[in-house]
């Protein structure tokens, strides 16, 4: 069991690695995006890099939804909502709140009273809206959001200097599936691929798992998000807690964060309170009377006091008044208020009022109550304002908690769950369990008694977690017919979020094939269990239909030895699920096959226990028979009598269609997919040649100034200078006269003119800046070359580390650099500065190189250096007072050395095992010795000599 454990804990620790080697070989990098209705955060993660916040050109650290089109050219964030001020009808914000919707949405409807400067036409062919911009151009909401994305994700991998293509994105929980749909189309115009469309309460609560896991046990404890951004408002009840499952074969314990309740508000936000400070401003300067036209009519003026309304709103959620101000308003005039935060809170009573309508629907779905709930925490930025943390309190009975980081935890969130997915790294895993909003169930028709009735089966009810698989199991059908996926009954939600919804009818698929499939089958002797239609509702909350087959099931007499077995059990599922065959349009889910909870047996009981039973009759059988019948063949027999059920599905044809507003598809998908990539070029070359245009511009000013600069001066001839200076003002007087419409390739041809004038006299510069350092350099190093030159000399006397080959080249290799020095010295004595320069700093350099190779391979073999060793017999017999002679030990074989490079031995020395010894020649002259010893020098050990090198070095 020990062993079972270490190996499996050397798996886990060896994924790790190979995880973290493929995100650092491939350079992989993961990022999420936070798509509000009014301010966009990105977060990426890549390689040696944790979770963070990618920041826009500007840098900082969310952009406005915001995208204009002017002249030609397309803008983004900030530099669109200055487009907007001047021409509203070409800036496009809070294009969320339109995807999937009909022009007759009331969502559509409040959008166009509150931007009633938009052209909004209707798309009769997918039954959706559109955006014109001119006669000739349109927009749909998928296309304007694809571009925000896309730019999204050239935040990201400007951060992260790599290529991103992978993303978790946040959605509002409230999207329904045409919207998710429409989302995930924007996305792929995008050019990204989403691993996971995560609801944004999904992602807040994530968030403050990730950071809190160790407050996380056994016990579930229950957390309420209170988030209310610019558009809506959501109540989120979650819980806590870890749970033991069993994974592939692992017992794992991670915490869980569950989604338990939702209520929401799709209109109440930030954004209806400046809206309503905007028509107040307004108000009160119409009734200055400055002029005779109506601030209303005009779409600038209007848009200049939308701006100066969110200034104003946010500062009075810090103040308690404060004055709106806007230079030329209108006609050239000015206008300047005060506002006082009470006079805001009346203009918004009503919306006050709404505050606690999420709360109370949360509650309402979750089943929960009030005295449960651990913390309240406060999400999104319209949190902030005195008065709905007021009338928050006044309802809910625990303290207010602003501990989370209110702007970017979705994004923190979402993007923890991209690094969960990728394939390129390994995080702490935490479970996300997401939940049904909306109801969904199946719609078909039956005839009894020759009268067709309608029948309604629920697929996914209310709160239903997800991602799950349901089949819906048809089993009195003999020929083709068709069933309808629609949304259930809303009855728990306010009637203006119903019709908000839009479309309660979701597809109609068409199953044609049936008659001859169950002919088929019954001429197989086989029995019809049912049609099955299989759905699945995926991570995104997206509902697909994978497959519908027909089941059917027929008695074996001889049963396969090898079949037989799974055979039995999914018979034993079948019946199991099928029930009883008179009951029509039976839901059932799947056998989950990969995680399973430790604390049960089995999650089908009923299974178990069948299963059981037959293990137990087998057992007796096989009893039975060992106490009566001995033979084999009375056995074999026995088996033969047993029948055995088999199992027979055969896939049925099923046509999808799509019902209500419908996503781009077949000719207009190519077309929108073509205008966006002809946009993108265009965006690309204009920063291309943006870039060559402020080169050219920054060289000329650059070297301008240089040449006024006393070094720059000395260092050019005046006939450099002058044509140096002309240059850079014919070409500038060029640029402000004719040259702001030219190619890339003339901007660059006139930059590589300009440096070509230059590139001499910056050189010389360059050369006289450095030259200084490097003669510094060579001058300390020939001192100490020198000196371990002396050293090594003294050292060749006591003992034979050093060659006097060795010597002699390393004198050489001095001798020659100070030649070099001072020939170098006198050259720039006698030249100029504005002179060509002769020895420049790389030459030096590669010069210095020469002797600091052959000193560094000397030092190398001091330090591998190590006196012969006598062997034990010779040292018995040198202190053998009986000895006349002392036996020399022989010599060993130099170590030979590459006559053409000399360090090729100090490498092999470095790679050389410690055990190995460089022998030398150890001398035995006992003379020497004795006149060693009279002259009480001390002796050299190898210790001694390394020592000394070192010091000298």
């Known amino acids: 069991m020990k062993l079972n454990t270490l190996s499996m804990f050397i798996i886990w620790l060896l994924l790790i690695i190979v995880a973290t080697f493929i995100g650092h070989s491939n350079g992989i990098a993961i990022m999420s995006i936070d798509m509000g209705s009014e301010s966009m955060k990105v977060a990426i993660v890549s390689p040696g890099v944790p979770m963070e916040i990618a920041l826009n050109k500007e840098s900082k650290r969310k952009t406005p939804v915001t995208i204009a089109f002017r002249n030609g050219e397309r803008s983004f964030g900030e530099d669109a909502q200055v487009i907007g001020i001047r021409s509203p009808q070409n800036s496009f914000s809070y294009i969320l709140d339109l995807l999937g919707k009909s022009i007759d949405n009331p969502m559509v409807e409040l959008y166009k009273r509150r931007f009633p400067y938009y052209d909004i036409i209707s798309d009769e062919k997918r039954k959706t809206i559109t955006f014109k911009l001119d006669e000739n151009t349109t927009y749909t909401p998928e296309e304007l959001l694809a571009q925000i994305l896309h730019k999204g994700k050239e935040f990201a991998e400007n951060s992260a200097g790599q290529k991103i293509s992978e993303a978790v994105i946040t959605v509002p929980g409230f999207f329904n599936q045409i919207e998710r749909r429409a989302f995930m189309q924007a996305a792929d115009l995008a050019e990204i691929k989403v691993l996971q469309l995560i609801n944004d309460y999904t992602a807040v609560a994530l968030n403050y798992g990730i950071f809190r896991s160790k407050e996380i046990n056994d016990t579930a404890y229950y957390v309420m998000f209170y988030d209310m951004g610019a558009s809506s408002t959501t109540a989120t009840i979650v819980s806590y807690q870890n749970v033991k499952t069993k994974e592939k074969g692992f017992v794992e314990t991670n915490p869980h964060v569950t989604i338990l309740g939702v209520g929401y508000d799709r209109t109440l936000g930030g954004l209806e309170v400046q809206i309503r400070l905007q028509h107040y401003l307004a108000k009160e300067f119409d009734a200055l009377n400055k002029t005779t036209s109506s601030v209303f009519s005009n779409p600038r003026a209007m848009t200049k006091l939308f701006k100066e309304a969110g200034r104003v709103k946010n500062v009075l959620s810090a103040n308690t008044d404060h004055f709106a101000q806007i230079e030329g308003l209108i006609d050239e005039h000015d206008f300047r208020l005060q506002v006082t935060r009470e006079k805001l809170e009346q203009l ?15 509650l309402k779905t979750s089943g929960l109550t009030m005295d449960v709930i651990s913390q309240v925490v406060l999400v999104g930025a319209a949190t902030r304002m005195p008065k709905i943390q007021e009338h928050l309190n006044q309802y809910l009975p625990v303290e207010l908690s602003k501990n989370i980081n209110t702007d970017e935890a979705a994004a923190m969130g979402a993007v923890y769950k991209a690094a969960d997915l990728s394939k390129g790294f390994k995080v702490k895993k935490f479970v996300t369990k997401d939940a049904v909003l909306f109801p969904i169930h199946i719609v078909f028709d039956r005839t009894v008694d020759n009268r067709v009735k309608q029948v309604k089966k629920s697929l996914f009810s209310k709160m239903n977690p997800y991602p799950q698989k349901k089949i819906i199991i048809f089993n009195k059908y003999t020929e083709n017919f068709q069933f309808h996926v ?47 239609a299989h759905f699945v509702m995926d991570e995104s909350g997206i509902l697909n239909l994978v497959n519908v087959e027909l089941v059917s099931e027929k008695s074996s007499s001889a049963p396969n030895e090898e079949e ?7 018979s034993t599922i079948s019946k199991l699920f099928a029930g009883s065959e008179d009951k029509e349009g039976k839901t059932e889910e799947p056998l989950k096959e990969d995680v399973k909870p430790v604390h049960e047996d089995s999650e089908y009981p009923e299974l178990q226990k069948d299963s059981g039973n037959k293990t137990k009759k087998k057992n007796e059988s096989v009893v039975t028979e060992d106490k009566i019948v001995n033979k084999t063949e009375k056995v074999g027999k026995e088996k033969e009598k047993k029948a055995t059920i088999v199992t027979i599905k055969e896939p049925i044809k099923a ?3 799509k019902l209500g507003p419908q996503i781009l598809s077949g000719d207009k998908l190519a077309e929108s997919r073509e205008k966006l990539h002809r946009l993108d070029v265009h965006d690309f070359e204009k920063t291309v040649r943006e870039t060559a245009l402020n080169n050219l511009e920054t060289f000329i000013i650059d070297a301008q100034q240089k040449l006024e600069l006393e070094e720059y001066a000395a260092a050019a001839t005046s006939q450099e200078a002058e044509k140096i200076l002309k240059a850079c003002s014919e070409i500038s007087e060029w640029l402000y006269e004719d040259g702001f419409s030219v190619t890339v390739d003339v901007y660059e041809e006139k930059l590589s003119q300009l ?28 001192n100490a070359s020198t000196k371990f030159l002396n050293n090594m000399r003294n050292l060749s006397l006591s003992s034979e580390i050093f060659t006097q080959i060795e010597i002699e080249t390393l004198e050489k290799v ?13 050259s720039f004595a006698e030249t100029a500065l504005h002179e060509p320069v002769k020895y420049k700093v790389r030459d030096i350099a590669n010069k210095m190189a020469l002797l600091d190779r052959e000193v560094k391979y000397l030092i190398n073999k001091a330090k591998i250096w190590k006196p ?10 040198s202190t053998n007072e009986n000895a006349t002679n002392t036996e020399e030990e022989p010599e060993s074989e130099p170590v030979p050395k590459s006559t053409t490079d000399p360090h090729m031995e100090s490498l092999q020395n470095e790679n050389t095992s410690e055990n190995e010894e460089v022998q030398t020649e150890k001398s035995s002259n006992t003379e020497e010795s004795t006149k060693l010893s009279n002259d009480n020098e001390p002796e050299m050990t190898r210790e001694s000599i390394q020592e000394e090198v070192h010091q000298e070095l």
């Open 348 to 362: 918004c009573t009503d919306l006050f009022e709404r505050v606690a309508n999420p709360i109370k629907n949360a």
């Open 486 to 532: 629609n949304y259930a009954e809303l009855d728990y939600l306010p009637p203006n979020e119903i019709a908000a919804i839009g479309n309660f009818n979701l597809s109609t698929i068409t199953l044609s094939g049936v008659n001859e499939a169950l002919d088929k089958h019954s001429k197989d002797g086989a029995e019809s269990k049912g049609i099955k």
């Open 564 to 570: 037989g077995t799974f055979s039995i059990f999914g």
């Open 655 to 657: 046509d999808e269609i």
């Open 755 to 782: 440096q070509k004038l230059t590139n001499d006299v910056y050189e010389r510069v360059y050369e006289h800046k450095e030259r200084a350092d490097v003669l510094k350099g060579m001058t300390s190093m020939l």
């Open 814 to 826: 001095i001798n020659e650099t100070q030649e070099y020095y001072n020939i170098v010295i006198k």
């Open 868 to 877: 012969k060793q006598e062997s034990p017999t010779n040292h018995t017999e």
